[in-house]
Every structure is written in C-alpha cells, then in structure tokens.
C-alpha cells in the first residue's frame, strides 16, 4: 500500500518542503487544478478503500486536511 505522502508526492509533483508543509494548498501547487484534484481523491479513495462526499471533497483543499481526513477514516 502506498503512503499518503507517497500519492501526494506521485500526483501534485511536490517537493520535500511542500509535502511538509501542512498548509500547501491547491492555490500555491500550479499542478493542482480541479482534474489533478479528482485524480488525487480517486486514487486515495482506492488506495484505502475509502469513499468521500461531494463536501469532504471540497473541503480537502490543503496537504493537511487531506491527511487529516484519510487518518481519521482509516
């Protein structure tokens, strides 16, 4: 199974700093338009076999919500 931080890094192209930083969001990533957002939740929902609403979705617009949001449904 891969690591949050594996798919992050594997999608958004991100570096050692941004992966880190627990508030990097959507807006300072220039990778991460509203496809690579979809691509990314998709491959978290599969990875750990999770499925998110339309709202988490949304929601999940930095590094650390995201990774607070898969913790808390794993």
């Given at each position: 199974?891969?690591?949050?931080?594996?798919?992050?890094?594997?999608?958004?192209?991100?570096?050692?700093?941004?992966?880190?930083?627990?508030?990097?969001?959507?807006?300072d990533?220039?990778?991460?338009?509203?496809?690579?957002?979809i691509?990314?939740?998709t491959?978290?929902?599969?990875?750990?076999?999770?499925?998110?609403?339309?709202?988490?979705?949304?929601?999940?617009?930095?590094?650390?919500?995201?990774?607070?949001?898969?913790?808390?449904?794993?």
């Amino acid at each position: 199974m891969s690591t949050i931080n594996e798919i992050l890094k594997d999608i958004l192209d991100l570096s050692e700093d941004e992966l880190n930083n627990e508030n990097t969001s959507l807006n300072d990533i220039e990778s991460w338009d509203s496809m690579t957002h979809i691509v990314l939740i998709t491959k978290l929902e599969d990875e750990y076999k999770l499925r998110f609403t339309n709202e988490e979705i949304v929601e999940m617009n930095t590094i650390g919500k995201i990774k607070d949001k898969i913790k808390s449904n794993i």
